[in-house]
């Protein structure tokens, strides 16, 4: 099993661009969440979702769009990157929601 | 509402030391508590978890830590540190909040072992 994979690694943006980060995962979770890493503020939900088809705002939704068509996919929209999206962003997924979960190994975004 | 504390953003240690890292809770539910560990440029890793039972929990490289239900902490410990051990380690609690369970992560404290 691959687990829990993200694509791209790094990316720079500049201010006003839009980009999608891609997770996928091959464990059959139904849950999976995308967070955002920023210095001494620990991990922060942006969203989630318990299932194809259904999705729900984290903590910090402003900014980004997510869809599940499946349940292996979970795409993160940025729609018009902001120098304060400028973060590390992971993808998790779960097999009981609120409970352990698998993290993918990251995504480095910069916003210019 | 639920929150974590981590007392220390950074512990610098020698190695073979022992370390304590710190976490506190609140929550007004029943909670299991997890541990995980960020090692450089990575994804972050289940270290170990209290879901019920026995409180205190260990980890299969040394590391424990014990569920203080009157304290509300869930503090780490490991008796003698390796520098492989340098890592970020992030504190977690899940709890039943308006019939949904609701994980809340701490903010991580950097762990530097020193040879």
């Known amino acids: 099993n691959a687990g829990v994979t993200q694509t791209p690694k790094f990316q720079v943006l500049k201010t006003g661009q839009s980009m999608t980060l891609q997770c996928a995962q091959d464990?059959?979770?139904?849950?999976m969440s995308w967070y955002r890493q920023d210095p001494g503020m620990g991990l922060r939900l942006i969203h989630y979702?318990?299932?194809?088809?259904?999705?729900d705002q984290g903590e910090v939704p402003n900014g980004y769009n997510v869809s599940r068509s499946t349940t292996e996919d979970f795409p993160l929209r940025l729609l018009s990157a902001a120098p304060s999206q400028t973060s590390v962003y992971f993808c998790a997924s779960s097999q009981t929601w609120g409970f352990e979960q698998y993290f993918g190994p990251g995504t480095r975004l910069t916003v210019t | 509402a639920q929150s974590v504390t981590q007392l220390d953003s950074q512990v610098p240690v020698f190695e073979e030391a022992p370390v304590e890292l710190r976490c506190n809770y609140s929550?007004?539910?029943?909670?299991?508590l997890f541990w995980y560990v960020q090692y450089p440029n990575q994804g972050l890793q289940l270290l170990l978890k209290?879901?019920?039972?026995?409180?205190l929990v260990e980890s299969i490289n040394g590391f424990e830590a014990e569920f203080n239900k009157s304290q509300t902490s869930f503090h780490l410990r490991k008796p003698s540190v390796h520098i492989s051990d340098t890592a970020e380690y992030f504190c977690a609690v899940s709890g039943l909040i308006q019939g949904a369970q609701k994980l809340v992560f701490g903010q991580g404290t950097r762990l530097t072992i020193n040879p």
């Open positions: 209290y879901l019920s039972g026995s409180t």
């Open positions: 929550s007004s539910v029943s909670v299991y």
């Open positions: 979702s318990v299932g194809a088809g259904i999705t």
């Open positions: 464990m059959n979770h139904e849950y």
